[in-house]
């Protein structure tokens, strides 16, 4: 069973508002991915990390959306201005490593509803 | 893009039956990582494998990388086997890229 923690589980923002949302990676995973889930099942990828650096990140994350991985803190996903296309499920997944084999381990996710 | 195609959209089984799980990929691939989640649920992690075959209790996994299609076998279906059943695909260390999944409806 996962270790990854994602908090809070469900988060309701009006339009133009904040949201923040935490996730503590499995115990010893220096990766770290947020994926966003949308009502059809459709998986956008937006950002990783390896420990506080970050790997990869899509258009749409550098223009809103803010992540980051500090030492000793939780990771956080936070979107400065929501709008109604963010409803969605956000995923954190962790993994050991950046490797070929390497197994990737989700949380339970943060649901966003923006209204 | 790199795109990662399932079928069959769904699958409705009666409890007892197999079913076969497809999964191909747009291009090359280090491994499958098939992922189960049940409606508003998180992703479990069900297999991992870059090629061949893996089993786990009920279920298999076959990947053949260099044919860019993967599967998993589900035997003896239960019902609480339903839900949504997601193929990703691995390129190294970077993200993983979904399927739109199979959804397993397994009836007594």
């Known amino acids: 069973n996962s270790k990854v923690i994602q908090t809070p589980r469900y988060l309701v923002k009006g339009q133009g508002q904040k949201a923040k949302m935490r996730c503590i990676p499995e115990?010893?995973?220096?990766?770290v991915f947020w994926y966003q889930q949308n009502k059809n099942n459709e998986f956008k990828f937006l950002i990783n990390?390896?420990?506080?650096?970050?790997?990869?990140q899509i258009d749409m994350t550098e223009k809103r959306f803010s992540a980051e991985c500090p030492s000793n803190s939780p990771c956080s996903l936070e979107i400065q201005s929501s709008e109604a296309g963010d409803s969605a499920l956000y995923l954190c997944?962790?993994?050991?490593?950046?490797?070929?084999?390497?197994?990737?381990?989700f949380g339970k996710g943060t649901r966003l509803t923006v209204v | 893009g790199q795109q990662v195609q399932q079928s069959p959209a769904s699958l409705v089984l009666q409890e007892g039956e197999n079913a076969e799980l497809q999964c191909n990929f747009s291009?090359?691939?280090?491994?499958l990582q098939w992922f189960y989640q049940r409606p508003g649920g998180s992703l479990v992690s069900l297999l991992s494998?870059?090629?061949g075959t893996k089993h786990t209790g009920r279920l298999t996994s076959t990947t053949v990388t260099k044919e860019r299609r993967g599967s998993l076998h589900i035997s003896s279906s239960q019902i609480t086997d339903s839900g949504t059943y997601l193929c990703?695909?691995?390129?190294?260390?970077?993200?993983?890229?979904f399927g739109t999944g199979t959804t397993v409806s397994v009836s007594p």
């Open positions: 997944a962790s993994s050991l490593r950046r490797g070929r084999d390497t197994e990737v381990f």
């Open positions: 115990k010893g995973h220096p990766v």
């Open positions: 990390f390896q420990n506080q650096e970050v790997l990869q």
């Open positions: 291009s090359t691939a280090t491994r």
């Open positions: 494998n870059p090629s």
């Open positions: 990703a695909m691995g390129q190294g260390g970077r993200a993983l890229i």
